[in-house]
């Protein structure tokens, strides 16, 4: 059973580019979240996922936008990518949002 | 705003020491609370969580928490810890009547000594 699979692992991007991310959930999970985790810092919630709706945000500009997909995979999309967007991206499945998280191994972005 | 405070940032001990680390929440309903760890080079785990019944709560690795209401406190503990315990600790709460807002502490990390 593949736990949470993110894609890519590392990304490389310049100030006003955009990124896409991507997520897997665990197997029977149905919803998805993301964070942004700065370094040395706790993960900061960007927004969740369920039955292909944001169900809540976090305090993050609508810069960041997602989806989710009939098979409960997930995309984070950032525009105008601005310097303080560099970080570790996690994703995290649970099953209806209430229950433990089981997170991915994250994409770090970093922006030049 | 809801917040959720880790009053150590850091934490040195020695193995075989007592660890508690302090989790805080500022929230008068219902609530969800984990403990998360992430190991060097790892993902974030589940330690122990809290949803109802007995406040004392035992996870993974012989670490428990206790869910203390009466001061919005779940702590973190562990009789006699190991090298191998050196990680980073996270708190994190669910707000059950606010949209299941999931709110983190900013994290604890653990070094110890051989």
């Known amino acids: 059973d593949a736990g949470v699979t993110q894609s890519p692992t590392h990304l490389i991007k310049t100030r006003g580019q955009q990124v896409t991310l991507r997520c897997s959930p665990k197997?029977?999970?149905?919803?998805v979240s993301w964070y942004q985790q700065a370094l040395g810092q706790g993960p900061q919630f960007i927004f969740q996922?369920?039955?292909?709706?944001?169900?809540q945000r976090g305090n993050f500009p609508d810069r960041f936008s997602g989806h989710q997909f009939p098979n409960y995979s997930s995309e984070l999309n950032v525009n105008a990518l601005l310097l303080g967007d560099s970080a570790l991206y996690l994703c995290?499945?649970?099953?209806?949002?209430?229950?433990?998280?089981?997170f991915g191994p994250g994409t770090r972005l970093t922006v030049l | 705003a809801q917040s959720v405070s880790q009053h150590n940032h850091h934490v040195i001990l020695s193995e075989a020491a007592s660890l508690e680390l302090g989790c805080n929440y500022s929230?008068?309903?219902?609530?969800?609370l984990f403990w998360y760890v992430q190991y060097p080079g790892q993902h974030l785990q589940l330690l122990l969580k809290?949803?109802?019944?007995d406040p004392l709560v035992k996870g993974i690795k012989g670490f428990e928490a206790e869910f203390i209401k009466s001061k919005f406190s779940f702590n973190l503990r562990k009789p006699s810890v190991q090298w191998s315990d050196t990680a980073e600790y996270f708190c994190?709460?669910?707000?059950?009547?606010?949209?299941?807002?999931?709110?983190w502490g900013a994290g604890t990390k653990l070094i110890i000594k051989p």
């Open positions: 996922y369920y039955e292909e709706e944001e169900r």
């Open positions: 809290y949803f109802s019944g």
């Open positions: 994190a709460v669910i707000l059950m009547d606010s949209n299941y807002q999931l709110i």
């Open positions: 929230y008068g309903g219902t609530v969800n």
């Open positions: 995290a499945s649970s099953l209806a949002g209430l229950n433990e998280q089981f």
């Open positions: 197997s029977g999970h149905d919803t």
